[in-house]
């Protein structure tokens, strides 16, 4: 249950200008010239009139109900104008350890939908917007050959699960990713020099190093493969392997332009330094490559070490969701399946990686581009979700046609 009662709202803007208003009077007593009367007193007098007036103002009166901010919601919740990986490092949101990035009402307007406008679902299945666990942002079991306006209103939120308001959450941040971010332009106001117009495929052609770490490719590759301190303690590499058309939070690592993009499709070289990262980055999880071709993945030797290390460091979930999206980006949307599915495999059959379950469900999962793979990979984790929990990542009458095949 949300809490209604009133709380401070004091955040660290608030603390921060009120800690320097007292640094202010405290350090006026010991500097204002004693000897020069008037500008002692008037002084004192503007700084003495200035404080309750700079109360009111930061604090918009002390107490206040405690409602949402307008910027708070879903990292993420990745959240950057857009719904994306808001920290890498900033530990678990929930149990699983995805943050949440950007807000409900933000990640609406990036899909450019709203719910009475939304198109109607599968015929097969009947789903509607009453259904209890339908998802405003889920276009999983949505019909793309016609567009209808939903003829039921949505059912009130009130009664819905914290678990479920969570997968909302991410569905809005990977619905944002799937739909190629339709309102990123307009947040997308850094400024590039001429010369470094492209840094990601520049960097991954061997033309650049990483920024702020100063590390060619080939350098990754060579020297930090299986360096497992380095790479679990350091956060600002993993912008510069897998880049997205989103931020991070490495703000010297730029997103990628959909320009760069085709063109880093169109790099053999690109795409076999990333092809190696990726395989890096499998080495790191404890999960190793078995076919290139078609990205089947399997258990590696140090499993057990890593797996410990993943259920320790639940940050690098969103990592792999930022693996996940960029394997969809530059041409290797065929090893996200493979990807997901193991992570299903391990989770929920196998029990070993507790801490990454909820991110494999709400967001591995949703990152798989294709919908007819998302669809068996979701029918597959209902079959084998033994959680006294309710499964909330799909909508009740779909849950209840697989229960009865």
Known sequence: MESVCV?????????????SILHALWAGFWTWPWTQTWSWVWGWLWRILYFPVSCWRTLEWPWRPALPDPEEGENTGPSDG??????????????????????????????????????????????????EFDCEYDSTWEDDSEEKVRKKARPSRNYRSSKFRNFERAAADMQNFRHGYPNQSRHMHWSRNAD????NLNFYLGKMASKPDGVYI????????????????VHTFIQWL?????????YQAKPMTKDEVEKFCGSDEAKDNLLTSYKLMLDFYGIEL????????????NWRERFDNLNCHTHNNLRITRILKCLGTLGFERYQVPLVKFFLEETLINGELP??????????????LNKENRKKLIEFAYLNYHDSDEFVWCPMKIQKAWKQK
């Open 218 to 233: 080939t350098k990754f590759h060579s020297e930090w493969m299986k360096d497992y301190e380095r790479l679990e303690y």
């Open 355 to 368: 801490r990454v379950k909820e991110s494999v469900l709400s967001y591995f999962m949703f990152a798989v």
């Open 7 to 19: 709380q401070c709202r004091w955040g660290a803007r608030e603390m921060a200008r009120i800690g």
């Open 82 to 131: 857009a719904v994306t990986e808001r920290q890498e490092d900033a530990g678990p949101a929930d149990s699983g350890g995805q943050s949440e990035a950007g807000g409900l009402k933000r990640a609406a307007a990036f899909s450019g939908q709203s719910a009475s406008k939304r198109p109607k679902t599968e015929e097969e299945y009947g789903v509607d917007s009453t259904d």
């Open 242 to 250: 897998f880049p997205l058309q989103e931020p991070g939070m490495n």
């Open 290 to 301: 078995c076919d290139e071709e078609t990205g089947e993945v399997k258990r590696a030797a």
């Open 196 to 199: 470094d117009d492209m840094p």
